[in-house]
Nanobody, 128 residues
């Protein structure tokens, strides 16, 4: 099973990026998935989560209203649309998947143990 994030880059404050996470070896229809970000020296932050049960979504307060998580089942890919980016959004972003149908209740806990698969990250830098 592999999850590969892409789409990161350098963007000016106020700009947008769309991250993609392509899954291979597993059908995302059977998992809940989340996006995380991490800055060196800081704990991992759960950014957003999508539940397969009802396609409900959850967002960290810091990104609410600016980021949108979605999926394309046909492409076995999840996305994170990031708008109105701020310098504090600078981080390595990565995607993760869990068989736990309650994953979205736990993903924001930096010490959660429900993540089954985690992909390599993609760097997002917001700077003028």
């Amino acid at each position: 099973v592999q999850l590969q994030a892409s789409g990161g880059g350098l963007v000016q404050p106020g700009g947008s990026l769309r991250l993609s996470c392509a899954a291979s070896g597993v059908s995302l229809d059977y998992y809940d998935y989340a996006w995380f970000r991490q800055v060196p020296g800081k704990e991992r932050e759960g950014v957003s989560c999508l539940s397969r049960a009802d396609l409900s979504t959850d967002y960290a307060d810091s990104v609410q209203g600016r980021f949108t998580i979605s999926r394309n089942s046909a492409k076995n890919t999840i996305y994170l649309q990031m708008n109105d980016l701020k310098p504090e959004d600078t981080a390595v972003y990565y995607c993760a998947a869990s068989r736990n149908s309650l994953y979205c209740r736990y993903y924001r806990d930096p010490h959660e143990t429900h993540t089954d698969y985690r992909g390599k990250g993609t760097q997002v830098t917001v700077s003028s």
